[in-house]
């Protein structure tokens, strides 16, 4: 029986010994992005838009294969869109900085989108518990995406860069919390390999 329950139990066990193994490998990583997009973040966000145009090109060559296909019936409409997406995407590529400030404006555009119905939310909602918090998250929400939509490149350099911190951070605490499960499976283990005994008594008092 005791060998049936160690066979069962030693899957789970090297399960756990490689979770925090895991958990440290992935803080590390998430450390090292951290501090590559901290302390490059003009570079970090040349590749965000090389692989945003790549994306544009992609797309742009699946609307032409499609064109080809006899089961559509818009062909024309497919490929003259393919064909701007494929130009646009090129575009994009040879122009970091237009792309940059493009996705500057889609954050500030959405964060403005998204200041606005939370205060919209926030009035209608009437004497509602937290409605006070719904109108102040509005307001920040709606003077960050106004900030952010008039400097694009600047705010989303500022953005990168705060990414980057909480990824550090993120990264450490990933990193600890690992090393404390570590010392939690090795305490474990000591008590599984010495067991109390209970209604033993030392050796020598054995008849």
Do not use: C, K, Y
Not at 4 to 24: C, D, H, K, M, N
Not at 90 to 102: P, Q
Not at 117 to 141: C, H, M, N, T
Request: hydrophobic share 55%; proline share 3%.
């Amino acid at each position: 029986m005791r060998l049936q329950e160690a066979g069962t139990e030693r899957p789970a066990a090297l399960g756990v010994i490689g979770s925090w193994q895991a958990t440290v490998i992935v803080g590390v990583a998430t450390l090292i992005l951290g501090l590559i997009v901290s302390f490059h973040p003009s570079g970090s966000l040349n590749v965000i838009a090389v692989l945003f145009g790549l994306l544009m090109i992609l797309a742009g060559l699946f609307h032409l294969i499609r064109m080809f296909s006899s089961a559509e019936s818009h062909r024309v409409w497919l490929g003259i869109s393919g064909l701007l997406l494929i130009v646009l995407g090129v575009v994009l590529i040879r122009h970091l900085h237009l792309t940059v400030a493009i996705i500057g404006l889609i954050i500030g555009i959405s964060w403005i989108v998204q200041g606005l119905s939370a205060l919209a939310g926030g009035v209608a909602a009437g004497d509602v518990e937290g409605r006070g918090w719904w109108i102040f998250f509005g307001i920040i929400s709606l003077i960050g995406g106004i900030v952010i939509t008039a400097v694009p490149v600047a705010s989303v350099t500022a953005l990168a860069v705060l990414v980057g911190i909480w990824f550090i951070v993120e990264g450490l605490f990933e990193i600890a919390g690992g090393f404390i499960l570590r010392r939690m499976i090795s305490q474990s283990q000591v008590t599984v390999v010495n067991p109390p005994r209970s209604g033993e008594g030392p050796v020598g008092s054995r008849a």
